[in-house]
């Protein structure tokens, strides 16, 4: 079966940017889509892998100078343990305070180790100003002015010994000296603080870090004194005046009981003392009032019935009653004795009837007096009832006048209460603080002394190393993959069709870089017609071919977008590849200004393709004719270099005809279509365009413009061929195409 009948001139129209944009998708879905392509990232990294590996030794080379230039320093640590349990000193001022022992303040014992005062602590118990290791101002002593200082005018003079009064005043600068070798850390989730220095010198390591933990736990007992002594001297001044104001509120308690008659003795007040004796007393007095109404009332009633007033009982208590009645017995017992003797008139009956006369008028006279004093003595509780009701009613209006005070006076003794409260608290926390003093301990204590190094700290060489490697592979490989992605050219042929979306029709490397060989392109396609660079140009011929379609004559134009891409070469090597197919060849230097082709060997040219276009000379005359398997050559004179009419439509267009009955295949080596139009007119007049891009230096823009100027008729019809490939690095870079293949195994077939 023949190539047209396989590939129809329809089938074979070139690509369209839309449809290498299509191609671009197809070619990524096999590939996986937007998956990660390990291949292609390692052959990026391989296109620049010189660049890389200049970047790696260079930042390896730094770190190596670096790790064995910086100086050694040496890490002692110290551990201090807090102690979570500490004695707080009582704070009087918030009630129920306590020890905090948590982020807060563990940062604030770190802030404290970082202080300058502790610094300044340390360096007057060392007398480190006095230490050259430490003081800047000992540092320099004996120094003398630098070479540039000296330029400047400044004297070559040593630099005198500092003044004892200049060393004291540096204190703050040692301090902070010092300061810049401390590290203090937290020990995970401890109470445990580590206290690392750092120094040049392993003993002066160690040696700071006991005296900055040192340090730290005198300046803990120092604070805990200060505080101790602080809260005494606050607590005496505040006691005093807390004295005097409970005193105070207490003297106007007193004050406002006095002036309110609200004096007390027993928890009552006075007036509530005398209502209660007075309620008492009225209590009686009224019982004591109504016996004395009951009896007057049964003696009065005893009288009115006619009785003489001897059966009442108060008569019949009565002694003197009594006594007469025992004196009258006695008499009526001697008058019925006398009456049994004497008669009615006998003296003594007489005498003796007298006496019982005058014994019962005085017992009359008595019952009559007890019955008197009944009533009196009525009387006298009936007016000691009066007065004590009448006395109760006034201490009850003073009762209610003092009840309205005692809300104020509540108020009063509350206050005189609290100040009390409060006086005697501070009084109490006073004595406990006084009795705490000079007992005091440490929130911290030393659990690990620092050990003198025996090893540097600084520089880690092992890590140093590994770091420059680990930094020196990551710039390495970030400035090489940058570089790659910013890269304007081509590597490949796959990277053409992707970037400008037309065809790539191969790739041609550049000869001393494939082998076999000759001295140059084209002896080693005489010379080693299977060699790679052989089978490259024949399969950039092939693939023409089978663009163009149809049967020929072909006119194919080699131009490119910017000089020196290798097009003349190019246009001879295919010249080459078809003439050794069998097809009919000619090779035209359609480049008037440069004619590299016409000077290929060296010998003047007299009659040239300006000659044939003008018609001075015939195309018999012009063409040089070789050998059956090479291609004929129409070179161009000088003469041609100042004819802008030399791509004149008509004319050129008769003279392309004359060539296509001739030959089966007309080459055109054109000039660059960018500086020049006439390449453009040319171009116009050819079956295909063959455009030479210099490989890995030609821009894609660049390229992608020099398309774009071509006639419209000429679109349809353009391939690309990357030229002066270095095949060697093309295989290094894993680029996989037609050219990479024949490198690797045309020697299989052909040792």
């Not at 060393?167 to 580590?194: E, F, K, M």
């Not at 006398?338 to 009956?349: F, M, Q, S, T, V």
């Not at 300006?610 to 004929?632: F, K, M, N």
């Not at 171009?683 to 823009?701: P, S």
Request: proline share 4%.
């Amino acid at each position: 079966m023949s190539l047209p009948e396989i590939i129809t001139p329809r089938d074979a129209q070139m690509w369209r940017a839309e449809q290498g944009a299509r191609q671009k998708s197809a070619f990524d879905a096999a590939r996986g889509g937007d998956r990660i392509d390990l291949d292609l990232i390692k052959s990026l990294f391989l296109r620049r892998l010189g660049l890389a590996i200049a970047i790696f030794l260079a930042i390896f080379t730094l770190a190596v100078v670096k790790t064995f230039t910086t100086p050694k320093q040496y890490t002692a640590s110290a551990e201090v343990v807090l102690n979570t349990r500490g004695e707080a000193t009582p704070d009087v001022l918030e009630e129920g305070a306590e020890i905090l022992r948590g982020e807060a303040e563990l940062s604030t014992e770190l802030r404290i180790l970082y202080s300058r005062e502790l610094a300044l602590t340390i360096v007057d118990a060392l007398d480190l100003v006095h230490d050259p290791e430490f003081s800047p101002l000992l540092l320099s002593v004996g120094a003398r002015p630098s070479f540039l200082a000296r330029l400047l005018g400044a004297e070559d003079v040593p630099v005198p010994a500092p003044t004892e009064e200049a060393l004291q005043a540096s204190r703050p600068i040692v301090a902070d000296y010092l300061r810049r070798g401390l590290r203090a850390s937290r020990i995970g989730n401890t109470y445990s603080l580590q206290i690392t220095y750092i120094h040049s010198n392993p003993y002066r390591a160690a040696q700071m870090a006991d005296a900055y933990a040192s340090a730290y736990v005198q300046d803990q007992l120092t604070r805990k004194q200060q505080s101790s002594r602080g809260n005494a001297d606050f607590l005496n001044l505040k006691i005093e005046e807390l004295r005097q104001q409970a005193q105070s509120d207490q003297e106007r308690v007193q004050e406002f009981r006095i002036a309110n008659n609200m004096l007390s003795t027993t928890g009552a007040t006075l007036t509530e003392q005398d209502i209660s004796a007075l309620n008492q007393q009225l209590a009686q007095a009224k019982a004591v009032a109504a016996e004395d109404a009951a009896r007057l009332t049964t003696a009065r009633q005893r009288l009115e019935v006619g009785s003489p007033g001897d059966d009442v009982g108060d008569v019949l208590a009565s002694g003197v009653v009594s006594s007469l009645r025992a004196q009258r017995a006695s008499i009526s017992v001697r008058l019925a004795d006398l009456r049994g003797r004497y008669g009615p008139d006998h003296p003594e009956l007489k005498q003796g009837e007298a006496e019982l006369r005058d014994i019962d008028e005085q017992i009359q006279t008595e019952i009559n007096r007890v019955i008197s004093g009944l009533e009196g003595k009525y009387n006298v509780s009936r007016q000691r009832v009066a007065s004590l009701t009448a006395s109760l009613n006034q201490l009850k209006e003073e009762l209610a006048k003092n009840n309205t005070a005692s809300v104020e006076l509540g108020d009063l003794e509350r206050r005189a209460r609290a100040s009390q409260a409060l006086y005697e608290s501070f009084l109490n926390s006073y004595k406990e603080t006084v009795a705490r003093e000079g007992v005091e301990k440490a929130d911290a204590r030393i659990i690990t002394a620092a050990r003198v190094p025996g090893a540097p700290s600084k520089p880690n060489v092992p890590l140093n190393l590994i770091f420059g490697v680990m930094l020196g592979g990551t710039v390495a490989a970030v400035v090489a993959f940058i570089m790659e992605m910013t890269y304007g050219g081509f590597t490949s042929t796959t990277e053409v069709e992707q970037k400008i979306g037309v065809p790539a029709m191969g790739a041609v490397p550049l000869n001393h870089t494939v082998s076999p060989r000759g001295k140059s392109v084209l002896s080693t396609l005489t010379s080693h017609p299977h060699s790679p660079l052989s089978e490259s140009l024949s399969s950039l011929m092939t693939s023409i071919q089978f663009r163009l379609g149809q049967p020929g004559p072909h006119v194919i134009y080699v131009t490119s977008a910017v000089p020196d891409e290798g097009k003349t070469t190019l246009t001879a090597a295919l010249g080459i590849a078809a003439a050794r197919t069998g097809e009919k060849t000619i090779i035209v230097d359609c480049d008037r200004m440069k004619r590299d082709l016409s000077r290929l060997n060296g010998k003047p040219v007299e009659i040239g393709v300006i000659d044939v276009l003008e018609g001075r000379a015939s195309l018999d005359d012009a063409v040089i004719t070789t050998r059956p398997d090479r291609p004929d050559i129409l070179k161009n004179t000088d003469a041609s270099r100042e004819n802008e009419q030399f791509a004149d439509d008509e004319r050129f267009a008769k003279f392309i005809g004359d060539l296509k009955s001739r030959y089966d295949v007309i080459i055109l080596d054109g000039a660059p279509v960018m500086p020049f139009a006439e390449a453009r007119k040319i171009a116009a007049h050819a079956d295909f365009v063959l455009f030479a891009v210099h490989w890995r230096k030609t821009r894609v823009n660049t390229v992608r413009q020099a398309i774009r100027t071509l006639p419209e008729a000429s679109m349809g019809a353009v391939g690309v061929a990357l030229t002066r490939v270095n095949a060697k690095l093309q295989s290094r870079f894993g680029v996989e195409d037609t050219l990479s293949y024949s490198n690797k195994y045309i020697g299989h077939y052909f040792a």
